[in-house]
Antibody, heavy 117, light 109 residues
Framework: EVQLVQSGAEVKKPGESLRISCKGS????????ISWVRQMPGKGLEWMGR????????NYSPSFQGHVTISADKSISTAYLQWSSLKASDTAMYYC??????????WGQGTLVTVSS | EIVLTQSPGTLSLSPGERATLSCRAS???????LAWYQQKPGQAPRLLIY???SRATGIPDRFSGSGSGTDFTLTISRLEPEDFAVYYC??????????FGPGTKVDIK
């Protein structure tokens, strides 16, 4: 069974760093891209960027380039989303999703990140 | 960046009725890379349609997708109680960045 399991909810202060994770199982982790998607409270879905776990090649949305870093460790089938300095506006639910030509077919359960002083 | 516009913003219908949701792109999207997702409160999105018209695994045949170029449609032939949710279209391969539409909420009339 294909699964993407994300790390748990986080509460952080502005300026702090954070890394959240997404562990894939039940499929060949290096055969599909992993994307990260943001959903701010009560809002729609925003694509942040993606990584090819086979070689860690990344693409970012211009809206997120320079503010987050996407990485992966194929040896443990895990992708990461990282911030070096969080802002209150980073408060959101973050989803990882697997995708290929057939759309974003499997999603993680989401990680809620709350940034508040 | 390809901008996707969805209409209507909210669709109020009764169970058993037909729902027609529209997604328009600011420039042509390859039909191979247009998807529709359903999201219910507190849940992750679920893939319904990929390639504009192919149903994802396990999706009931009351869901169908159509369209090409800049105009795409998701149709739910007869609404079931579990279909009341928010629906998003997405282009995921025509060009980067991938983009989602703002969503259409289908609620109970």
């Amino acid at each position: 069974e294909v699964q993407l399991v994300q790390s748990g909810a986080e509460v952080k202060k502005p300026g702090e760093s954070l890394r959240i994770s997404c562990k894939g199982s039940g499929y060949s982790f290096t055969s599909y891209w992993i994307s990260w998607v943001r959903q701010m409270p009560g809002k729609g879905l925003e694509w942040m960027g993606r990584i090819d776990p086979s070689d860690s090649y990344t693409n970012y949305s211009p809206s997120f380039q320079g503010h987050v870093t996407i990485s992966a460790d194929k040896s443990i089938s895990t992708a990461y989303l990282q911030w070096s300095s969080l802002k209150a506006s980073d408060t959101a639910m973050y989803y990882c999703a697997r995708h290929g030509q057939l759309g974003f077919d499997y999603w993680g359960q989401g990680t809620l990140v709350t940034v508040s002083s | 960046e390809i901008v996707l516009t969805q209409s209507p913003g909210t669709l109020s219908l009764s169970p058993g009725e037909r729902a027609t949701l529209s997604c328009r792109a600011s420039q042509s999207v390859s039909s191979s890379y247009l998807a529709w997702y359903q999201q219910k409160p507190g849940q992750a999105p679920r893939l319904l349609i990929y390639g504009a018209s192919s149903r994802a695994t396990g999706i009931p045949d009351r869901f169908s997708g159509s369209g090409s170029g800049t105009d795409f449609t998701l149709t739910i032939s007869r609404l079931e109680p579990e279909d009341f949710a928010v629906y998003y279209c997405q282009q995921y391969g025509s060009s980067l960045p991938f983009t989602f539409g703002p969503g259409t909420k289908v609620d109970i009339k």
